[in-house]
């Protein structure tokens, strides 16, 4: 789509806006795509900001909260993943603590027990291993699967 006027582009991209949450990166890489001025750029970032069509730290809550609910991330993902939209580093440590550490912990050694399931492992220390490379390759963070796997080993002697 050549060059977008300034009019048009705002109309269409507070309309993008106000249906899904968006982060002021991927805003801009729209209108880049629109081939929008740079200047229009400027002034349409402002206005969405300034009437809270765009929100960094309200899309960072909501990008945290949605990827642990839904895609069962761990925080090492999600944080990977902010920073590829350019989300500053106190907005994600910010969403970050709204993640309850109680919960999270559970999420994943629900997705270890249910992973564990589909294992044939040689023996016990393959298990681990594998169980260890899932949880890792999810985004979690190598303490937390190590204490939440000695607790599933642990239950299981018992």
């Known amino acids: 789509m050549p060059d977008i006027p300034y ?19 991927d805003v801009k890489e729209k209108l880049h795509a629109w081939e929008v001025k740079e200047e229009d750029i400027r002034k349409i970032m402002q206005w969405l900001q300034d009437r809270q069509f765009v929100d960094d730290g309200r899309y960072a809550r909501a990008y945290v909260r949605d990827q642990h609910l839904f895609r069962k991330w761990g925080r090492v993902r999600i944080r990977m993943m902010l920073r590829k939209k350019k989300i500053p580093d106190e907005l994600i ?15 994943l ?33 190598a ?7 000695d607790e599933i080993m642990k239950g299981e002697r018992d």
């Open 7 to 25: 009019d048009k582009a705002l109309e269409r991209i507070s309309r993008i806006c106000s249906r899904q949450e968006k982060c002021s990166h």
């Open 93 to 107: 440590d910010k969403a970050m603590e709204h993640l309850d550490e109680k919960e999270y912990r559970e999420t």
């Open 109 to 141: 050694r629900k997705e270890l027990q249910r992973k564990r399931k589909t294992l044939k492992p040689k023996n016990r220390y393959d298990m681990m291993a594998r169980l260890q490379r899932f949880a890792w390759s999810r985004g979690y963070e």
């Open 143 to 149: 303490d937390v699967v190590s204490e939440v796997l």
